[in-house]
């Protein structure tokens, strides 16, 4: 591409700097550099990679996939600046089951430590190891699970271990894709990337292994989904297309659920954003000719607790035939939060029997699905089961269960329950002249500023002259509806912002919802 003219000193003396700044990383480049020697393209290259591999230099490309400008450059810098797999350090994952005490042959490459831990390198005879990133659907096949190859050889046919489900399965196909475009594949080395066809229960984060010699690599940590929509169906005839669509838009997306709101009996899909939400229904549309309608929107509130209680439950039911009998006794405490749920059993075998106290945790961790103020999930409750006691004929594990979940709802009741709401974090990136408005407008919306940091326009890349301001706040979920339109009308369409889930606060009370009420946009 030609530069326009009026830029080139301004382009020359960046391409200066950045042969100054490459040149630093290398004495013999150095050294050229300042004896006013040429640097060839080939000893840049080899800079930069060497560079790049040990941190010093992290190469920034520009382009647009849209209009395909500089994606054959990125593709070449991935080739000249990453790392190989040989020249990052074995991929190290743990024994799966390892107190099953199945005996294990060595295998070359393999190294296990005394804490269950195991390396693989990347080798092409070692045990196969895959890690799953990525589920896609597919016209013509149920769906490709995109992997990639840290060990071993993986040929067309044979079966794979799910560590996971532990289950195997065959592959019937092996593709290298190229963009839309696929080659079929005899074998995947270590290294590779590919798309596997005929895993049907793999999901994204799976490991898929040899079966003879598994290993469970570090999976892939999702957030739950922080907004949600109720969803139908246009037309009756239609609910069946939208349930396989949902189906598959889940296989393919972590972060996107669908479930049923009990009180309703609607369907509710929910994501992490307006965005995200408005994009997956845009596909329905676009990719699976499926059309529905939608709610607004309603923010994934979570309930917990604010102070200790205790509670008893006792279920009794008779019979003519037999009698049910389950009694429980327990504490519950808050955490931290993001602490989730802890459960704790300081009981002993005269008050409950042991082989009941798993159907209680099990029992209670049901019964966090449902918080006492609206119904929402709840989290960072710890319970601790403090007494209790049985029948010898009588008691049963459903009726330990139903003596739980009966203790529990009592107890969360008189430990004044809190509702939580999802806090963001957002980035918005504005001009000087509007940052006074942005910042007014973000402390309306109960938005906590962290940072507002000053940058020149030619720090950021930008052509234009002006300063910009970067700001760094937390900001309530629900106070984030509509905020692209009320950015872009504050800026004059010059202002940008991302956001991402941060963590959970309480609702301010003024504020929380009522018993029967939804908080939409």
């Not at 037309?235 to 297309?241: C, F, G, H």
């Not at 309603?298 to 019979?319: D, F, L, M, N, P």
């Not at 594990?397 to 739980?404: I, W």
Request: a negative charge; proline letters at 5%.
């Amino acid at each position: 591409m030609e530069i326009p003219s009026e830029f080139q000193d301004e382009v020359d003396q960046a391409r200066e700097n950045l042969f100054e700044s490459v040149a630093v990383e290398d004495e013999m480049l150095l050294e050229k550099y300042l004896n006013g020697e040429e640097i060839t393209h080939d000893e840049l290259l080899a800079t930069v990679r060497a560079a790049t591999l040990n941190g010093a230099l992290v190469p920034v490309l520009c382009g647009s996939s849209l209009k395909n400008q500089g994606v054959q450059p990125l593709l070449d810098a991935v080739i000249n600046f990453l790392p190989s797999p040989v020249d990052v350090p074995p991929i190290e994952g743990t024994v799966p089951h390892p107190t099953s005490g199945g005996a294990r042959s060595k295998r070359k490459g393999d190294t296990t430590s005394e804490e269950g831990k195991i390396t693989r390198p990347a080798d092409d005879t070692a045990p196969f190891s895959a890690l799953a990133f990525k589920v896609a659907s597919h016209p013509t096949v149920d769906k490709l699970v995109y992997c990639r190859v840290y060990s071993g050889t993986l040929r067309r046919g044979e079966a794979v271990y799910n560590v996971r489900s532990e289950k195997r399965e065959r592959v019937n196909r092996i593709l290298q894709m190229h963009a839309n475009k696929e080659a079929v594949s005899d074998a995947a080395y270590a290294g590779d990337i590919v798309a596997l066809v005929g895993l049907k229960d793999t999901k994204t984060g799976d490991t898929v292994t040899d079966a003879k010699e598994p290993i469970l690599l570090e999976s892939i940590t999702f957030p739950d989904p922080v907004i949600s929509i109720a969803i139908e169906p246009e037309r009756a005839s239609d609910a069946d297309a939208l349930e396989e669509t949902l189906e598959k838009l889940m296989d393919e997306d972590p972060t996107f659920t669908v479930g049923i709101d009990k009180e309703t009996g609607q369907r509710i899909i929910s994501g992490m954003g307006e965005l995200h939400l408005e994009i997956l229904t845009d596909r329905m549309v676009r990719e699976f000719g499926v059309n529905a309608r939608v709610s607004k929107l309603q923010v994934a509130y979570r309930e917990t607790i604010s102070t200790v209680a205790e509670a008893r439950g006792t279920h009794i039911h008779k019979t003519d035939e037999e009698g049910i009998y389950g009694d429980v006794l327990l504490t519950v405490e808050p955490l931290e939060r993001d602490e989730g749920f802890q459960f704790e059993d300081n009981t002993d075998e005269t008050q409950i029997p042991r082989q009941y106290i798993a159907f209680i945790e099990k029992a209670l961790e049901g019964a966090m699905g449902t918080g006492p103020r609206i119904g929402y999930p709840m989290q960072d409750v710890k319970v601790t089961l403090t007494g209790g006691s049985y029948h010898p004929t009588d008691s049963s594990e459903v009726a330990f269960e139903a003596a739980a979940a009966l203790a529990f709802e009592n107890a969360i009741k008189k430990a004044n329950p809190l509702l939580l709401e999802p806090i963001m974090r957002i980035h918005i990136t504005v001009s000087d002249e509007h940052v006074g408005k942005v910042i007014g407008d973000l402390n309306s919306r109960r938005a906590q500023i962290n940072e507002s940091t000053t940058q020149d326009a030619s720090d950021t890349g930008r052509v234009s002259q002006s300063t910009q301001n970067v700001v760094n706040a937390f900001i309530p979920l629900s106070e984030t509806f509509q905020y692209t339109t009320r950015l872009r009308s504050m800026t004059q369409g010059r202002g940008a912002f991302t956001l991402e889930f941060s963590h959970y606060e309480v609702v301010p009370e003024s504020l929380a919802p009522g018993a029967n009420s939804v908080v939409s946009a």
